[in-house]
């Protein structure tokens, strides 16, 4: 399986500077295991930080092949839909928008990158809101939750034909990372809403602590999946440029999946390097008794390590509210 070479180097993205210094080296897909070594860049003019160069948007698709959905589709499924973790971590995202505003039957609801539609049925269930989901991967699309009250979508938000300001709520959890323009899908997103309406943005948080251990196997950065890596300065800056005015809230985030993955990942990278294109394997007994450690040392530590992170402003990944005028 040969990495396609169709890369490309735009200017940045949030302030259309044209020199970067580079941040970070020999980046690999170290979870879905596809092909390439990637180098992360910074810009002099705001500070964003990218993966660049990045795969050309037409392949993009290849880096999503059997991750986010096609093999993996049943599990990866079960976990977003059913899992306790992830239940814990909608709830929690439910409960940080609704800190802002009570959410009720009167609202309307867009997930961007909803996935199976964990969050939406969450939110459903929670506050009796109104759902509609849409995601550039038409296999979780296809297999959605409660398709019979969410309207489901396929395809981008920038190209999606849904009425101005009929939204009262639009989310993005970790997806806005994901987009070749994030500006241009907060700009749409904002034209989407109704006045007074809510734009909620999830993403990883590069200035977080974890990140400056663990470095190229810190779990959250997904590259090339992820295209952009925000911290809460230039997360702030992209919803200023897209003309968002007013930030309700901006924190960092409990998300109880980062610091003893992030670990497994360092030692899967120490103990055996994966070759490219190699699919994960748990199989040996030395796998199995590094991954029985593994979840103990998760139980012990990082529920506790990520309620402390949280505390100080320095969890790895970040959330951010802002209203429309
Ligand atoms: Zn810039």
């Known amino acids: 399986m040969d990495a396609p070479v169709t890369l490309e180097s735009p200017d940045c993205l949030v302030c259309g500077g044209r020199t970067f210094r580079t941040v970070l080296r020999d980046v690999r897909d170290l979870v879905w295991r596809k092909p390439g070594t990637f180098t992360l860049q910074q810009c002099d003019g705001c500070g964003l930080v990218v ?39 909608n709830r929690y995202r439910l409960a940080v928008v609704q800190r802002v505003r009570k959410l009720g039957g009167e609202d309307r609801l867009l997930d961007v990158g909803c996935s199976y539609g964990g969050f939406l049925r969450v939110a459903r269930e929670g506050t009796g809101c109104v759902t509609a989901g849409i995601d550039f991967d038409a296999g979780s699309i296809e297999r959605a939750v409660d398709k019979a009250v969410t309207e489901y979508r396929t395809g981008a938000l920038v190209d999606a034909d849904y009425a101005p300001g009929s939204f009262t709520v639009i989310t993005f959890f970790e997806s806005l990372e994901h987009h070749p323009d994030p500006v241009a899908a907060l700009v749409r997103a904002r034209e989407l809403l109704a006045p007074g309406g809510l734009c909620v943005v999830e993403v990883p948080n ?9 470095g190229r196997t810190w779990l959250p950065l997904l ?103």
């Not at 290849?62 to 899992?83: K, L, V």
């Not at 590069?206 to 663990?214: I, T």
């Open 223 to 325: 590259v090339p999946q992820h295209l952009v890596h925000f911290t809460p300065a230039t997360l702030r800056q992209a919803f200023e440029k897209a003309g968002f005015r007013r930030m309700e809230r901006q924190q960092t985030m409990f998300f109880p999946l980062e610091g003893v993955a992030s670990l497994g990942l360092w030692l899967g990278r120490l103990l055996r390097m994966p070759p490219p294109g190699s699919k994960p394997s748990w199989r040996t007994p030395f796998d199995v008794s590094v991954g029985l450690g593994l979840l103990a040392l998760y139980f012990a530590f990082e529920i506790p390590s990520q309620a402390l992170l949280r505390l100080v402003g320095a969890a790895g990944h970040q959330i951010a509210v802002a209203r429309r005028d």
């Open 206 to 214: 590069w200035g977080g602590f974890w990140r400056r251990v663990f």
């Open 51 to 89: 993966t660049r160069p990045r795969p050309a948007t037409d392949v993009l698709g290849f880096y999503y092949e059997n991750a986010y959905s096609g093999e993996a589709q049943d599990g990866m499924r079960r976990f977003q839909t059913e899992s306790g973790l992830m239940r814990l971590i």
